[in-house]
């Protein structure tokens, strides 16, 4: 039986992906240009390619582009990170809640803590911890959802990758991870979906104290306080 070849991803694919490594890595900084003849010396291609991944890496809103200054990796500020936390805490613990009410299966939220735990670097236990995260929210059962959130996903990775490099809190964020997947598993779409929602805000508060965030969750929250006071 012949056997199929595997396909050999396309040189824009390959320099889209390494670009974006970059960038989520922090080898490529906020701010930095992105200059196409440097990119195409650097990955051995012409500047079509680099030019189209620029491209769709403007698109995920991970680079800007100006007809004066060129290229840059997209700066990080409060603003920024308003935007896209509030998005997560809108719909990701949502999507968990739906996850665990409909019985999916967890097991790659579960490898991929495993993962983190294990990693070597901070480009691996960066890619670890994105795919705890999507592992959880993509069983929700609506691809639609699914999708919104693989949209900010990047964007959201960025914001990672600078507060992690101010004050890394790897340990704390890996204990809260594995409070959330033991809620998940326990069958407890509530609990799972309220630490999910209080590990987000916790994270971006940290790193940007001065963005405010108020969803449904918080103002519960607040509620319940209130009324034990």
Not at 60 to 86: C, F, H, I, N, P
Not at 91 to 103: F, H, N, S, T
Not at 183 to 193: M, N, Q, T, V
Request: hydrophobic content about 45%; proline content about 4%.
């Amino acid at each position: 039986m012949t056997s199929v070849p595997t396909p050999i991803p396309s040189r824009t694919q390959y320099v889209l992906e390494e670009i974006k490594r970059r960038i989520l890595t922090g080898r490529l900084t906020p701010g930095q240009a992105l200059v196409e003849t440097d990119l195409a010396a650097q990955f051995g291609v012409s500047k079509t390619p680099v030019r189209e991944a620029l491209k769709t890496l403007a698109g995920t809103g991970l680079v800007v582009m100006s007809q004066y200054k060129g290229v840059t990796v997209r700066m990080v500020d409060a603003d920024m990170a308003r935007e896209v936390y509030d998005v997560r805490l809108l719909l990701e613990p949502e999507a968990l809640k739906r996850a665990v009410r409909r019985g999916a299966s967890l097991d790659d939220a579960r490898e991929a803590l495993t993962r983190a735990d294990g990693a070597t670097d901070t480009a691996e236990r960066s890619l670890a911890n994105r795919e705890f995260h999507r592992a959880l929210y993509l069983p929700c059962g609506n691809p639609l959802l699914g999708r919104m959130l693989d949209e900010v996903r990047d964007q959201a990775a960025l914001v990672s990758a600078v507060a992690w490099a101010a004050d890394p809190s790897w340990e704390r964020e890996a204990d809260e991870h594995r409070v959330i997947l033991d809620l998940a598993l326990a069958g407890d779409a509530d609990g799972a979906a309220r630490a999910l929602h209080a590990h987000i805000a916790s994270f971006v508060r940290r790193a940007f104290p001065e963005a405010e965030f108020e969803t449904e969750y918080a103002a519960a929250e607040d509620t319940r306080k209130d009324g034990q006071a």
